[in-house]
Each structure stands twice: as C-alpha cells, then as structure tokens.
C-alpha cells in the first residue's frame, strides 16, 4: 500500500447517461476535485436515443478542462487516466475511424423485425429451452441489424462497430482497444469466456457483423495506450500518460461501493436501477441469462435490473413538481434533491398506493407488454403519496432482484451497499433498508463509478496489488441505515401479497392492451 503522504493522483472519466465527470482521486479514496459537463441526446422520433460521439468527445474534454482550471497545481501529480462509460451505446466507425452516424443510445428503443431464420440446430435448441422471444428480442433490439437494414449505405461504409467506451479510448490513446469490463450489448461476445464469440456461436448468426469489425479486448487494470498529443490538446491532460482499460459504469460502481464478495449485493440507484453481486462463479441471474462481466477480471456480475429506474424521480418531477423544478433550476441542482419532503410527510406504505415500475418493455420478465401500473388509488392520495410509491416500488423491485440472484447463486445476500443518485435521498435509503429487510449502507462517497475505475488504475499502476487491496484502502462506507422492525413486517406483507403477483396477474391484461394500441396507431404511437 502507498504511503499516506503519496502524490500520485488517478483521473477517473466518468461517461454517464446525464453527464461526463472528470474526478481526480488518490491512493487512499479521497476526491481531490470534480468537474462535470452535461450530455445533450438527439431525439429524432419517439422512442429513440442518439448522441453524437463528437459531442460525448467534446463533453469529456470540457469536464477535463475545467478541472484543470478548478484546480491548476493538481494537473502534475496525476498518474493515469481510466474511463468507465455508460453501457450499450453503440457506433458505427469507417475505414479511417470517423463515426459515421450519431451513436445509438441505450435508452434507444426502436427495434428491427426479424427476418429470416437461425441455423436448424440453433433454431431446435432454442425452441426446446424456451428461448426463442429472448433470441428475437436479441435480434430485433441489436443497434447493427437496424442500422444495416435502414441505412444500408451506412451499413457499407462501416468498417468497425463499437461501444462508446472503445471510441472515447481511441480518442484518448490512439487505440481502438475495449475494456473486457465494458462489453455489455447486443454484440457477439462470450461472458464466460469473457472474449468475442467463437466461430459458430448463435450470435454471428444474429447480427451482420464479422469479427474484423470490432475492436480488440483488454483486461481491466491492464494499460492499453499513453495519451496522444491530440487529447491532450483538447483536454489537458498531460501527454504520455497511461490510459488503463477500465469497465462499465454499473461494473465500476460495484467496485467503487466496495462489493467483492457474493454476501454484498450493490443496490444501484441511477436512471436505470440494479442489484448485482461479484463472484468468480459463472451465475447466470436468470436461467440461460449470463451475467455481465465485473471490473475486476475473472469475475461476473449477477446483476438484475430496472431500465427506468430512478429516472421515475426525475419523471414524476417534470410531470407533478414544477415548483421544485423551477427551485431546482435557480440553485443548481437536481429537481430530485428538493422532493426529500413528500417522502417526509407520507407514511411507509403509502397509505395504500402501490406502484409496478415496469415502464420498459423487457424480452421475458417484464415482457414485452410490460407498462407501469398503479393501483390503490383514494380521495385522500396526492402526489406525495405517489413519489413514495415510486421509492417503495423502486426498492420492491430491488428485493424481488435479491431474491431471484440468491436462489440462483445459493448465496444469501447479507448485506446491502446503495449507490447512485437516488442513494443520496435519506429517505430512499430508510424505505431500502426497511423493504429489504436488512442494513442498507452508503458509501462515503457518491461517486462510486468514478472510484472504481479509479481503484484500476491504481492496481494498474502497481499502487495496489490487486483489486481486494484497492477496495482496502479506497473504499469507505458512510452512514448506515437499519431496518426498522415494524415497518419491515409491513412491507413483507405488502411485498408477498400484493407487489410480488400484481405483474403476472396484470399480463394478460397489458398483452390485450398492446394488441389494441398497435392495431390502432394514432397520434404518439411509436408504430
């Protein structure tokens, strides 16, 4: 472990959905200084997601600079620089590596008909396993097939197809080089083996792609490149430095929250909401499902997820808060941090309003008929009423996550790390704690991605031995919240009566609903 007098400093770029922060960390955890520049997405019709990856270029170069300038006498004693990225936003890159299009997004959700049938064998397999709507749902959502059959003269042109993280890494080193930590799309690779598919695997089957268009893999904590004069230029980062493969946003979270160990799920509270555990162990989450690679190499996520997760916060407070919006806008903050109160003057439960979070559609659970519901409604519910049901159903899907993960893994989770956004509410970590039943603890620092890839680039550096060693040194829990007894038995009533069987019992209700909806298209219809 380095002495605690050490200079050296780790620059951590973190590529989010909202924003790109740029954070300078030490050794031993601590935030040196934070500067953050938002994202801007392009909407071109309901339902899609683009970003243009010049833009994302230009956000993580203004992030850099302003560190620089926050903090000018810092820029010496860093040591290295590592990107962690949001997940699944994918491009397409020509002959001479230019993006030929905007990036598609995660959040994207047009989807490509199927056409034309797998291999017979891989077709039987998947019809005696169950699996053929997971299969078409892999096809009709992958970023390629839509690009090659909408824009075939885009399709012709390109010559790489890659996630953000591997253009931002590209930008900075000069490399076209992916962490395996980052892989996490509609995209050939084999999560246990963690590499790109071998020949013959169902998935090249699944997509236009041939293993020359993408791009090479690296290990977390491996270097992959030095900085180029050209980023340094645009960021100010010093030219030379090394530039270490990094992982995932969510991957890097796990890491940063400290959770190594399969006993310690990591409760994600961010736009998209997860629950994961880190294991060496091969566990698919759902059967025939794998788990997503995890930052520290050899080891997988089992992570389960809720695409519109806390973005539910962010939802409700463009729909029923636009006083907090309007505060929000003044003080510079987010509308979220002003609606503490309304969880505040509504009692556990909700008075009986009871949420399902699925806003997205899924492939199998939720499927794709999947919508939101509310149910319970009286005269006496207002809009405080519903924002706590959007916590309480949040954390009803993180436990139901929880369960799933554990009769999978035949490890029970003990205990409880909560990060993200939604993690700085005091509220939202009470209602975590009491719906799960056990202590939900915080990290001391809310920006867990950006430590996480920060503990790689430290292992990287030989400044920790290994990624154990790291989360030893760098990662510090804050405050603890405990279940309250009384309330927790009421929510495992609630939980098991009535949360747990609302979805099964509403899908065949929501299927006869989309038949109705895309029979009719009308005005806003996504058809």
């Not at 598609?104 to 034309?116: F, L, M, S, Y």
């Not at 005696?128 to 009709?140: N, V």
């Not at 493969?245 to 509270?269: F, H, M, N, R």
Request: positive net charge; proline residues 8%.
């Amino acid at each position: 472990m380095p002495p605690e007098t050490s200079d050296d400093l780790l620059l951590a770029i973190d590529c989010g959905t909202q924003s790109v922060r740029a954070l300078l960390f030490d050794p031993q955890g601590e935030l040196h200084a934070r500067a953050l520049q938002p994202l801007v997405y392009e909407r071109p019709q309901a339902g899609w997601c683009e970003i243009a990856p010049q833009a994302c270029w230009e956000a993580v170069a203004a992030a850099c600079r302003a560190l620089w300038q926050q903090a000018p006498r810092l820029r010496p004693r860093v040591r290295a620089v590592v990107l962690t990225t949001q997940r699944g936003t994918a491009l397409a890159l020509d002959e001479r590596l230019q993006p030929l299009r905007a990036a598609i997004a995660w959040p994207d959700e047009r989807r490509t008909p199927v056409e034309g049938r797998l291999s017979w064998h891989w077709s039987l397999a998947f019809a005696l396993l169950g699996l053929g709507d997971t299969i078409r749902g892999f096809r009709e959502q992958a970023e390629a097939n839509w690009i090659a059959r909408h824009e075939p003269q885009v399709w012709a042109r390109t010559h790489k197809f890659v996630l953000l993280s591997a253009y931002l890494n590209l930008r900075l080193s000069g490399r076209l080089v992916d962490a395996v930590g980052s892989q996490v799309g509609y995209l050939p690779f084999d999560f246990r083996r963690g590499g790109w598919a071998a020949a013959g695997d169902w998935k090249w089957e699944c997509l236009p792609l041939t293993a020359s268009m993408l791009p090479e893999l690296a290990a977390g904590a491996s270097v992959i490149g030095t900085v180029v004069a050209a980023a340094a230029e645009d960021t100010g980062i010093p030219a030379g430095l090394p530039v270490v493969a990094g992982a995932a946003d969510k991957a890097c979270e796990v890491l940063g929250a400290g959770c190594l160990a399969p006993q310690t799920a990591c409760i994600s509270y961010g736009t998209t909401a997860t629950i994961a555990t880190c294991t060496p162990r091969y566990v698919e989450p759902r059967p025939l499902v794998p788990p997503y690679p995890a930052a520290v190499p050899g080891h997988y996520l089992t992570e389960l997820q809720l695409p519109r997760g806390y973005w539910l916060a962010r939802w409700f407070a463009e729909q029923f808060a636009p006083d907090e919006c309007r505060r929000a806008a003044e003080l510079g903050c987010a509308a979220e941090a002003l609606l503490e109160p309304l969880l505040e003057q509504t009692p556990a439960l909700a008075d009986g309003l009871v949420l399902l979070p699925t806003w997205s559609p899924g492939i199998r659970e939720p499927g794709p008929e999947a919508r939101g519901a509310v149910i319970g409604w009286h005269a006496g519910h207002g809009r405080a009423h519903l924002y706590r049901a959007i916590v309480e159903g949040v954390a009803f899907a993180m436990r139901e996550g929880r369960e799933r993960i554990e009769r999978r893994s035949g490890t029970p989770v003990t205990a409880l790390r909560v990060a993200g956004g939604g993690s700085r509410s005091d509220a939202a970590m009470q209602v975590t704690a009491d719906v799960l039943g056990l202590p939900a603890e915080r990290p001391a620092l809310p920006e867990a991605s950006g430590l996480g890839a920060a503990m790689l680039a430290s292992v990287a550096l030989g400044l920790h031995a290994d990624a154990a060693a790291a989360v030893r040194a760098m990662a510090r829990v804050g405050r603890r919240f405990e279940p309250d007894a009384a309330r927790a038995a009421r929510y495992d009533a609630l939980y098991r009566r009535v949360w747990q069987p609302l979805y099964p019992r509403l899908r065949p209700l929501l299927r006869a609903l989309r038949g109705v909806v895309q029979a009719s298209p009308g005005p806003g219809s996504r058809r």
